[in-house]
């Protein structure tokens, strides 16, 4: 996703998206029950935002964590994200998961080396 605005830093960025994120849930009548505070992050060394969070859905109470990190590239600034989420957050296997997914992910581009965090 291009998040591109030239009067704005990629952390200004990343919380513009993350606000926008919350609101749509506003719109369409979903309670953000728990979290959304989102802490500042590092993936290979980009600005990054985690956010952990509970919403309401039809099934009951969905747990989200995810991480959005902003990835410039000469004049644009694109998003990565990587979300995992459950019905069941208490579930060793989705807190396996959140950690393993959110730990350890790579990011580059076109003509960049691979980086991955740890």
């Not at 009067?7 to 719109?27: C, F, I, N, P, S």
């Not at 989200?64 to 990565?80: E, Y």
Request: with cysteine.
């Amino acid at each position: 996703m291009d998040i591109t605005d030239p009067a704005m830093t990629t952390q200004q960025m990343l919380d513009d998206y993350v606000k926008g994120t919350k609101d749509r849930y506003a719109e369409t009548g979903r309670d953000v029950t728990t979290g959304f505070e989102p802490q500042h992050a590092d993936v290979c060394g980009l600005d990054a935002r985690h956010v952990a969070y509970t919403v309401t859905v039809e099934q009951g109470l969905l747990s989200v964590a995810t991480t959005a990190a902003a990835v410039p590239t000469g004049t644009r600034t694109f998003l990565a994200t990587l979300t995992v989420q459950s019905l069941l957050p208490e579930d060793p296997q989705f807190k396996k998961d959140v950690k393993t997914f959110l730990g350890k992910w790579t990011v580059f581009t076109t003509g960049t080396t691979p980086a991955t965090h740890n």
